[in-house]
């Protein structure tokens, strides 16, 4: 098969695509990855081809922007589109059903459709995409949730096309919900922001609007059976398996720790896409080293100058591959991210979550504590160091936030491997193809 793959330019969704990826490789088929220019290095890092699909995204650039904006709008005091905190509007991580109403769903699909989604995948990046599609006219098309090119690409070039999850499926959730209140309005007030999106995006292109341009003919997940959201779609689970990217590993993380090890850490997507954090690393750390324990923080550079003189036994980084650390670690500390949060449930490390605003992460450390395996904290904007300390001790004290995080552990690995979920792809990809393609 010819399989393409296609996220939008952020390094954690290229690298949640890689193991998939690689999978499909070593099968013997031909496996490429489109992006925007400004995530082509992580392809390439990789060992994979790159495809570069439109212009630079550059989203870092663009939130400062909608930041400068909205500073200036509220200090002026002009009430408009500019004023509103644009992460609450494209929030979708409800998922208590009777807070579902239609109201609430079609504001959050209106933001997502207006302007969240199509500058992911602006109209050059969807164009470059669907032209390369037709030229190359692979089989399978495997897109991220949120890079809607992929479903338009696939079905402009007739190919069989499915999402690759990199966490909780809101979008799915959300979809079922609300098509279900949809149904139950008449036909003249059932506004779609998505379907209209995507429906005159895809006429561009000679197509028309269905419902598996938002969901995917099918959908790859690697969070746990256990943890994840209910819905009514066609579901391949798939085990995590972690992927951090190149690294040379260092020499202390070879050697067994002295103390119990925990790993501090706020990962890449916060500070990335909006370029800052919602708490203080310093703080952080300071609770966390109080006790009798060796922290290990990767920060990175860019907040490092930032720290201070910091506890004897803080051992601060840039990077080390969390699947190379975790292993050695008795607990975690982090954001909420999809890649810290699976990585540490596939090492079996009880984790203490301070969620980020960005996409599921309350949602995920919700589901954590529910589960047994760690805790979260409730309030990040009211965390002191006197709760943080608490939390991390009763994690470190209470066995059975291992034990549950070793049941978790067990769920993962009975779960099929990237290798092993590649036969089902095959099928599923000679069962969606349309007719006139079958036999090429």
Avoid: K
Avoid at 337 to 366: C, F, K, M, N
């Amino acid at each position: 098969m010819r399989v393409l793959f296609t996220t939008f330019a952020a390094r954690t969704h290229v690298h949640s695509q890689v193991p998939l990826a690689w999978a499909l490789r070593a099968a013997g088929h031909d496996v490429r990855v489109a992006t925007q220019p400004d995530a082509v290095e992580h392809v390439l890092r990789a060992g994979l081809s790159a495809v570069p699909v439109g212009a630079p995204l550059n989203q870092e650039a663009l939130v400062e922007e909608l930041d400068e904006r909205r500073s200036e709008a509220l200090e002026s005091g002009r009430e408009g589109p500019e004023s509103l905190d644009y992460l609450e509007l494209t929030d979708i991580s409800e998922v208590r059903p009777e807070r579902l109403t239609y109201e609430l769903m079609h504001r959050r699909q209106l933001a997502l459709a207006a302007g969240a989604f199509p500058t992911q995948c602006d109209p050059e990046m969807i164009d470059d995409l669907v032209r390369y599609a037709r030229w190359w006219r692979p089989d399978l098309v495997v897109w991220d949730t949120m890079t809607f090119a992929g479903p338009v690409a696939a079905m402009a070039s007739g190919a069989a096309h499915a999402r690759l999850l990199f966490g909780l499926d809101l979008i799915g959730f959300l979809r079922q919900h609300y098509n279900r209140v949809l149904e139950r309005r008449i036909p003249a007030l059932r506004d779609d922001p998505m379907a209209e999106w995507l429906g005159w995006t895809l006429e561009e292109y000679g197509c028309r609007f269905t419902e598996e341009a938002v969901v995917g003919q099918w959908t790859i997940d690697p969070v746990p059976t256990s943890l994840a959201l209910p819905t009514d779609l066609v579901r391949v689970p798939m085990r995590y398996v972690p992927y951090n990217g190149p690294a040379v590993l260092p020499d202390w993380v070879l050697e067994p720790p002295r103390r119990p090890r925990v790993c501090v850490t706020l990962g890449l997507s916060l500070l990335e896409t909006l370029g800052r954090d919602r708490v203080s690393v310093a703080e952080i750390l300071d609770a966390v080293a109080a006790l009798d324990v060796e922290v290990v923080a990767t920060v990175g550079a860019a907040r490092r100058d930032a720290l201070g003189t910091l506890p004897a036994r803080v051992r601060v980084v840039d990077f080390v591959p969390l699947d190379a650390l975790l292993p050695s670690c008795a607990a975690v500390v982090h954001h909420g991210g999809a890649g810290t949060y699976q990585s540490a449930l596939a090492h079996a490390v009880p984790q203490i979550i301070l969620p980020d605003v960005l996409w599921d992460s309350a949602r995920r450390a919700e589901g954590l504590e529910r589960s047994g395996a760690g805790l979260q904290v409730a309030d990040p904007a009211r965390l002191t160091a006197a709760g943080l300390h608490d939390l991390v001790r009763r994690v470190l004290d209470d066995p059975a936030p291992a034990r549950q995080a070793r049941r978790l552990r067990r769920e993962m690995a009975a779960t099929a491997a990237p290798a092993d979920v590649v036969p089902v792809l095959e099928r599923l990809t000679a069962h969606h193809r349309p007719a006139v393609r079958r036999g090429l």
